[in-house]
């Protein structure tokens, strides 16, 4: 780190400091967990033609991906002179994809499979409480 | 967002467990070869046997109890079938022209465990002959038997739950597959005569032994979910599995699933006007019932004129969970001007969504993108931009890069150059990710934040996915001598003894 760099980490932590101490009447609010199943892919399964009626493997295929957002809080307007303040680490959101492994000409589908591909952090969710205000910060 | 609708209730295998259904046949092959010579001998000879098929009784699956009263997946079957299908037949007996509907299933479990063995022999040739053969059995046993649908369902119900048993899950795929069929032949015929006296019936039975395990729940639910079969005359089955799942005595999920599908299809087949459905919906909006609310959101969202009451509602009743799930429903169904106008008037209630942003920027990436530089150009909606980079960037594409890319040097606000570090590291090479990396670490708004600065280990954790080790020493040499908070110092110390020998970096931690 060079000596530009402390010196605008010093400003902004200074930014924050005593001086811009003003209650922002807040409070947490705890968001449930949530987890959001990205489209079907393909998975090989089969098309098949029988008497006339095209048979297509099922619309529920192997999802793309699934991203999973942990419970945690947010900051919500409030009346009772508290603020929020972060309480441990954050969580990762993460996100699994997936992608088909096929044997491709089986009449039965029992030869595709929906594997995991890889699980990333999509970005990170804080974690929050809710404190008074301290009698400087009115 | 809360979309609990899982396409495959199985969960996915990691790549190297192998095939599920690893079956050894090496004394079976010379017996097969010889059965399925008989058999094509003694089937091109001779016509068709239409007769045999109608001599067969068609088992029935009435039940003795309703939906309502059935008991919780999982429960003891054996009291909801009226009749059931003949005992197990013979796995290796050919299919000759007078064999019987479940001789002909166990023929085609058998041979269709065979193709799959083939085929992970690498003994191509033989697998597509296996699987010709397999193909032409099915047409046969579908040809001869017009009522194919409920003998096999019968089959199905009367199975035990899914267990460890190759052949079991095998059964269980080919009558999912007659059933398919099924459905679909019969609606085919039921929409060129007007006539729905065949396929309204069997869908009855299907939904009335859903309830009765989670395998017929499930292939229930994948055979009619998203599916033109459920009608009006389906509803009240449809209503009880919702309200078995009230009681959780029956998969929500599907049950969901069932009752957007039912309602989709109302409306597309006039059997109820989109005013009516709309004017229920209203009705169900307040509804406890989490598939009724769901149905109710999804039918009001989807159309422009009862939108607005959607989000009126969602804001005075303030209740995130129901947010999230109405902003995937979003995402998911609405056009993506439309779900990205909803998700901004969601963001006051929820500020971030990233999970919607990200399936909606699969489906329409330069929507997302064009949204995010309009805001960036007027500097407004921080909260917004943050979840447009965490959806166009994470579509893995030059377009994704790109965005992240401009945001990482552009954007005013630290999380959404965070964001960008996130796409970054997910997505780029392993150069431009480190970079990416090293630059935050550098910007004081980031590196003097302590939970920002923690969440650099999450996106240093990417590069290790990537396998960027390199990048991983350099950057976990850097992090280590700044102001992690404690677990995020423990998170940084796990991930660099799996990554690097020992845990250590290539150079010492400077003090």
Known sequence: MNARTRGCMLVAMLGVGPASAQCPNERTQAVPADLEIGAAQDCGGFQYRIAGVQVNSSDGGCPVFVIYTPPHEIAVASSEGTKVEPTGAPSPITMASFKCQTNWFLFVPIGSSCVLDRVVNLGFVPHLHTVPCTGSES | MYTPIPHRSTPPRPASAGHPLRVT????????????????????????????????????????????????????????????PAAEASTAAPAAADATFEERIEQLVTLGMRTAQLAQQDEIDAAKASDQEVRRLFEDLMQRFADAGERGLARLAGMPDPGTDARDAARRVVLQL??????????DAANAAADRSRIDPLVQSLLDVMPQASATAEIGGDLLANRPYLRLVHEPGVLALVRLAGEQAFSRPIATRLLLTLWDNLQRTGERSSEELCQLAMLLLADADPSRRTAACRQLLVDVRYRGLVMSWLRERNDLAVANEVAGLAARELPPADALAVLRELAPILPSAPGAYVVLAHRAPEVVATCYRELLASDIQPGMRKDL???????????????????????????????????????????????????????????????????????????????????????GQRLRSMSLSASGRRELEVLLARSLPGGKTSLPTPR
């Open chain 2, 25 to 84: 046949l090496v004394l079976a092959v010379p017996m097969l070869a010889l059965a399925a010579a008989l058999f094509a001998v003694t089937t091109w000879l001779r016509p068709p046997d239409a007769g045999r098929a109608d001599r067969e009784p068609t088992p029935s699956v009435a039940l003795d109890s309703s939906a309502q009263n059935a008991e919780p997946a999982g429960a003891p079957v054996t009291r909801h079938l009226v009749s059931q």
């Open chain 2, 389 to 475: 980079i965490a959806g166009v960037g994470m579509t893995s594409s030059a377009l994704g890069l790109e965005l992240a890319q401009l945001a990482l040097q552009n954007d005013p606000s630290p999380d959404v150059r965070m964001q960008a570090v996130f796409a970054l590291t997910a997505n780029a090479a392993g150069e431009p990710a480190e970079r990416a990396l090293q630059q935050v670490l550098d910007d004081p708004e980031i590196a003097g934040n302590p939970t920002r600065l923690d969440a650099v280990v999450f996106a240093l954790q990417n590069l290790e996915v990537g396998g960027h080790t390199n990048a991983v020493d350099r950057v």
């Open chain 2, 178 to 187: 007659v059933l398919r069929t099924e459905l679909a032949r019969r609606h």
